[in-house]
């Protein structure tokens, strides 16, 4: 009774505290009204291109749909060079809430965009943001030194600024791992935009060399049983160093006429066999993706070989920008097998770096990981926007979850049974109990 209490007063006096510190999130009424959505974007000067070409399952769910390319300063300190941003908008009314997904990564073309399955479950809105320098919203000269979180967290300022006085309802930010990280930093860059955040199973790393997944997937993803195959798995693989399945598997690659991998990737993607599995799958699925200790040598080439060709996906080349930029890498627990390791030529340092071209290594010195440790250590705590952070319990990911969060205006929930995902329409993901606590919590701040 005195925890709920004292809870209470602590609301209460952030209420308080907010009212008196932070402007009114009230926006003026438009100088008009608006027939349709089209009308209000065809008089922004941020708007560049209005394309109405979609799926005709949207119809019966939006009023209007559109993909926009919207005109974002390259460097917002200084706007003189510009590039196009990709914007999706899903309208159903000018006074319903609207769900912002902050893209990470890419919108990827209607189909398998994060926050899709959660936006489904609430009548509102939907602002998709891709991120800069992904997908079709790519500067002609990125220019990394803008590659920063908050460049891109003022554009998505930039979007709701001009979309605002027009989709008057309240506005959530939402997204999944790096996607929520991007939605995280946004309302700690811009606090007074969102009434609500929402993250699902995303990591705040602090360093380069971050240990806390590596750790986690070793000591709790998954059950025992599953932790004991992962750990023989990887000792099958590293076996006699490079004299072992590597030189095989070096073998493979080369009569594929594919690029030989060095030994440090090598190691680093044995362990992302593993990752993965936890990651995305679950029960027999999960046994299937992992590779066992007893496995024929083609089976554990091929497991190998598929991840490794995902790894080199051109799509993940600005996201290896942005860890080195700000958000940081996870690294393996290798020191659990330092006796196989030891007197080889692995080394944790050249894994990441192999991902960038010559010409973008300078990028390396440039890390600065001062706004992770702010947003950990000082908004996440003290925030005063509703948050909720969900994490599952075998996802590896949930080892870098922040330790320190406001118990009065942030939740964290971590899921028993789910993976790296935010799907509360797979009940294999989401229980039905756990789905309606989730949106419970939304609907509470959301509407």
Request: aromatic letters at 14%; one cysteine or more; charged letters at 25%.
């Amino acid at each position: 009774m005195k925890k709920d209490k004292l809870l209470l007063l602590l609301f209460l006096m952030v209420v308080l505290l907010q009212s008196c510190t932070e402007e009114d999130h009230s926006v003026p009424e438009p100088a008009k009204n608006y027939a349709t959505l089209k009308e209000a974007l065809e008089e922004m000067d941020e708007v560049v291109k209005i394309d109405d070409d979609h799926p005709e399952e949207f119809d019966k769910d939006f009023k209007e749909v559109y993909k926009l390319a919207f005109r974002q300063p390259l460097d917002h300190a200084n706007p003189d060079q510009t590039f196009e941003q990709l914007v999706v908008i899903k309208f159903c009314g000018f006074d319903r809430p609207t769900i912002l997904v902050t893209h990470g990564y890419l919108w990827r073309d209607w189909k398998g965009n994060s926050g899709e399955a959660l936006t489904s479950n609430l009548d509102a809105n939907v602002v998709m943001v891709e991120h800069r320098n992904y997908g079709k919203s790519k500067a002609d000269d990125p220019q990394w030194a803008y590659q920063t979180s908050w460049q891109a967290s003022t554009d998505l300022h930039a979007v709701y600024s001009a979309l605002k006085p027009v989709l008057r309802g309240k506005w959530m930010s939402t997204g999944v791992s790096k996607d929520g990280e991007t939605s995280v930093d946004y309302c700690c860059y811009y606090p007074k935009d969102m009434d609500l955040c929402t993250a699902f199973c995303s990591p705040f790393l602090t360093s380069l060399y971050d240990l806390r997944c590596g750790k986690y997937m070793l000591e709790q993803s998954g059950t025992e049983e599953e932790r004991q195959t992962m750990k023989a798995g990887i000792r099958r693989y590293l076996k006699d160093g490079e004299q072992g399945l590597y030189k095989i598997f070096c073998d493979s690659v080369t009569k594929r006429q594919q690029p030989v991998p060095s030994f440090s990737e090598y190691v680093y993607n044995v362990f992302e066999a593993y990752f993965s599995a936890f990651s995305y799958y679950r029960g027999e699925n999960r046994d299937k993706m992992m590779p066992h200790a007893n496995d024929a040598v083609d089976v554990l080439f091929k497991k190998w070989y598929d991840l490794l060709e995902s790894n080199r996906d051109p799509i993940l080349y600005t996201y290896n920008v942005d860890c080195y930029k700000e958000q940081g890498f996870y690294v393996n627990d290798y020191e659990q097998f330092g006796d196989l390791l030891d007197g080889t030529s692995f080394d944790k340092t050249k894994v990441n770096l192999d991902y960038l071209e010559e010409k973008d290594r300078w990028i390396e010195s440039t890390y600065d990981n001062s706004q992770r440790l702010r947003l950990l250590n000082e908004f996440l705590p003290q925030t005063t926007t509703p948050t909720l952070l969900v994490y599952s319990k075998d996802d590896p990911w949930t080892g870098a979850r922040p330790e320190h969060i406001n118990p009065v205006t942030t939740k964290m929930i971590i899921n028993p049974n789910g993976i790296h995902s935010d799907n509360l329409n797979t009940v294999e993901n989401y229980t039905p109990e756990l789905t309606q606590e989730i949106m419970s919590y939304i609907q509470r701040y959301f509407y």
